[in-house]
């Protein structure tokens, strides 16, 4: 079965600067896709940005862009000058080729400080 | 584009009743619908995937008579939380996708159902 770690549970940064959110996977296949999802603290869950396997291209969306490292199954977040908009929960997501349903990490909790 | 609705946002009930929540897309037809269980600080739980005029399939662990669920229509699906007890409060939440939930085909979050059973 497909796992995802995600191994900070608490980060902040301050406002305007970078920060990166770590996520690692595991699965032997070869075709999937994967996520992260955002949780403020109104619940609500809100994708942030995804990225098909099989494209070499990192996804970018506009200050969010990722790091995909395909063979190391490292799929990092990048946020670029915080917003305290920024803060919340930060879900990793897997889902493998084929399958309807996502494998969620346990999640990030970023703190944008002013 | 891509908006889920879902009703209500939070429920308090006294323990042995049946609560209801629904989850609508509202300007796509969706044909997959899941639900999830989030414990506090916790991440997402699948709870079962509902497709549109089929039975619903629930993940290992999730009892189908507890947690009953309709997906009658491409718009709208429903879960009715029978006899609820306090162990069943949590927040749920349901997503939906459309054409099939392949990643290409993202699934979209409702905002959640706070549910506390007295």
């Known amino acids: 079965a497909q796992t995802v770690t995600q191994s900070q549970p608490e980060m902040s940064v301050q406002e305007a600067e970078t920060v990166t959110l770590s996520c690692t996977y595991d699965?032997?296949?070869?075709?999937?896709?994967l996520f992260w999802y955002k949780q403020p603290p109104s619940r609500q869950m809100i994708l942030v940005i995804r990225?098909?396997?099989?494209?070499?291209q990192n996804a970018t969306e506009n200050r969010f862009s990722v790091n995909f490292q395909k063979a190391a199954k490292s799929f990092s977040l990048k946020i670029s000058d915080s917003q305290l908009g920024d803060t919340a929960m930060y879900f990793c997501?897997?889902?493998?080729?084929?399958?309807?349903?996502?494998?969620f990490g346990k999640g990030t909790k970023l703190t944008v400080n002013p | 584009g891509a908006v889920v609705s879902q009703h209500p946002s939070w429920v308090i009930c006294k323990s042995g009743t049946s609560v209801k929540i629904e989850c609508r897309s509202l300007?796509?037809?969706?044909?997959?619908m899941f639900w999830y269980r989030q414990f506090p600080k916790q991440s997402l739980m699948l709870m079962a995937t509902?497709?549109?005029?089929?039975?619903?399939?629930?993940e290992q662990g999730v009892e189908k008579d507890k947690f009953l669920i309709n997906h009658a229509s491409l718009t709208l699906s429903t879960l009715t939380v029978t006899s609820a007890h306090p162990e069943d409060s949590s927040f749920y939440i349901c997503?939906?996708?459309?054409?099939?939930?392949?990643?290409?085909?993202?699934?979209?979050f409702g905002d959640g159902t706070r549910l506390s059973i007295l």
């Open positions: 997503s939906a996708s459309g054409l099939g939930a392949w990643g290409n085909q993202p699934q979209h």
């Open positions: 997501a897997f889902q493998q080729g084929g399958s309807e349903k996502l494998v």
């Open positions: 300007d796509f037809q969706a044909t997959t």
């Open positions: 509902s497709n549109e005029g089929s039975k619903a399939t629930y």
């Open positions: 699965t032997s296949e070869n075709n999937y896709y």
């Open positions: 990225q098909e396997a099989y494209k070499q």
